[in-house]
């Protein structure tokens, strides 16, 4: 289980980002069905809507069921089975009213789903890749431990129409986790020894042939738009170059789902209008294997990260706006978290770290005379490569000679989750407000923790922002144990990733907003004229 999770997390933050895609043709009668052709750069393990982690699994989860709030095409938090809520003074408790409406096989939608489908997400075997921050949910974490039964989970039915949820402490950001793809609400029905999900989403998956599905519309959804496109045809794949060429090919609408990799051939395209590059709450970067191997000693680590030129990096690389150099682990851009804490050579000058640099790696052993040599786990895009290139030039003037573990996208996660690297590539891109979900992957027990790294007092101090009444409480805590993380260097953080999206003219209903997520049933097919 931890490796799934571990395995979710990386595919969600390499390759997460929603996808859409929409193709228009010229309408010629009233009743002519409308095809959107969609390209998702990911991959699909399954579509049970409480397992996805990656892109497109996020998208299909989005697009064939609602959760009790949802987002509309600007990313802001809309109704999706709730049609109104109250939260508590204390934060504690969110009450929703459900919106009337009634599942595939007729039966209504009522409380005990939404009990049903929370104690399901919550279920260790269920795998749920956001489970970790789902267990602030109360006596959440002991019933996903099998401590308490499902039944005392804090979701409950207060009448035939009224469900509460109650956490363990205040969340400022739990309607947007709530809005997440994968916290949909979901009606089980079993039959023959197999268990169906019902779903209420704008569309409803009609065939799959591995990576490439047919969904059609559900004209009934309660989510905020109708569908605009009768059928959507949804292919996906793990080559974001593939997704460029499909484009270029006019075998695809709408391309998502991208990142670093393919940026440089996106950029390529004619028209301005046809590429979208959105900033993103994200960190691009390489993280450490402190359990072993050359980098466990902390002086190396620190020596790396303190040497790059992370303004000429961004951009030499891309020369895109949205792309800021970070030297922390959490990003700039949280609306509560302020400046977040940076190692305390960061504000020295470029000179001044290269000494520093040199006299940590020769007081570690390594120097022109002895390299010191490390591998770095990488996917396959050139672009990768290329900003490994420019970084390793860098390293070199310290006696460090670098090389490039290339991997599949697939062998790549399965790599870094087992932890056989001495760098590896991570970039963490994330729809939430949240920044603590960049500080939890370096607590000691994290599933997320690639690299082993540990330290308990900074593990504490996360323990008690959790449990802090006021948030500026909260967020000095979390300030504090990011400071003693970034100065051990557990990730070497570069920049503030960009997402890319490909959208044909003939498109219309597509917003840019930080958080990537665009509904395929906003995007909507040109008016005939």
């Not at 039966?107 to 890749?129: I, W």
């Not at 500080?439 to 330290?455: E, K, M, R």
């Not at 395929?520 to 005939?528: E, G, I, K, R, V």
Request: net charge negative; hydrophobic share 40%; proline share 9%.
């Amino acid at each position: 289980m931890m490796r799934r999770q571990v395995l979710g997390f990386l595919a969600a933050t390499m390759l997460a980002a929603p996808l859409l895609s929409g193709c228009g043709s010229e309408d010629t009668e009233s009743n002519e069905e409308h095809l959107l052709r969609v390209t998702a750069v990911g991959f699909i393990n399954g579509t049970d809507p409480h397992q996805a982690s990656t892109g497109p699994e996020q998208i299909l989860a989005g697009e064939t069921h609602l959760g009790l709030v949802t987002v509309d095409a600007s990313g802001q938090i809309v109704p999706g089975l709730a049609e109104s809520w109250w939260v508590g003074e204390d934060g504690l408790s969110y009450i929703f009213r459900l919106r009337p409406a009634q599942w595939a096989d007729g039966k209504p939608l009522t409380p005990e789903d939404v009990v049903n489908s929370f104690r399901r997400m919550l279920a260790r075997k269920t795998g749920h890749p956001l489970a970790e921050w789902l267990v602030r949910i109360r006596n959440g974490e002991a019933v996903r431990q099998g401590r308490m039964r499902p039944s005392e989970l804090g979701v409950r039915a207060l009448t035939d129409t009224v469900v509460e949820i109650s956490l363990e402490e205040p969340r400022p950001a739990f309607l947007a986790l709530l809005a997440e793809p994968s916290v949909a609400i979901v009606r089980q029905v079993r039959a023959q020894g197999k268990t169906t999900l019902m779903g209420l989403g704008p569309y409803r998956i009609e065939s799959q042939t591995d990576q490439h599905l047919t969904l059609v519309a559900n004209q009934n959804t309660l989510a905020p738009a109708k569908p605009g496109y009768d059928r959507i045809d949804f292919t996906t794949t793990t080559d974001p170059m593939m997704g460029v060429q499909r484009f270029r090919n006019n075998e695809a609408d709408v391309v998502t789902g991208g990142s670093i990799g393919g940026l440089a051939e996106a950029k390529t395209l004619p028209s301005p209008a046809i590429a979208r590059f959105e900033p993103v709450f994200g960190v691009y970067g390489y993280v450490a294997q402190t359990r072993q191997g050359p980098l466990a000693d902390v002086r190396l680590r620190r020596a790396l990260a303190m040497t790059i030129d992370r303004h000429g990096l961004a951009k030499q690389m891309f020369g895109l706006p949205g792309m800021v150099p970070v030297e922390s682990l959490v990003p700039q851009g949280f609306s509560s978290y302020g400046d977040p804490a940076t190692p305390g050579w960061a504000a020295w000058p470029l000179d001044q770290r290269l000494t520093e640099a040199r006299r940590l790696v020769a007081e570690a052993g390594y120097g022109p005379d002895k390299p010191l040599q490390i591998s770095v786990l990488l996917p396959p895009a050139p672009e990768h490569q290329q900003i490994l290139s420019a970084i390793a030039a860098a390293w070199r003037e310290l006696g460090v000679e670098v090389s490039a573990q290339i991997a599949q996208p697939r062998t790549y996660l399965e790599t870094a989750a087992k932890g056989e690297f001495d760098l590896a590539l991570r970039p963490v891109l994330i729809s939430i407000d949240q920044p603590q979900v960049f500080l939890a992957p370096y607590t000691c027990n994290s599933p997320d923790n690639l690299g082993g790294f540990c330290i308990p007092e900074a593990d504490q101090l996360m323990l008690d922002a959790g449990k802090a009444e006021m948030p500026a409480q909260r967020i000095g805590l979390m300030k504090e144990a990011e400071q003693l993380m970034v100065e051990e260097a557990p990730l070497i953080p570069l920049f503030t990733p960009v997402r890319w999206s490909l959208i044909r003219d003939g498109v219309n209903g597509w917003v840019d907003n930080p958080l990537g997520r665009h509904p395929l049933a906003s995007l909507t097919p040109q008016p005939a004229k």
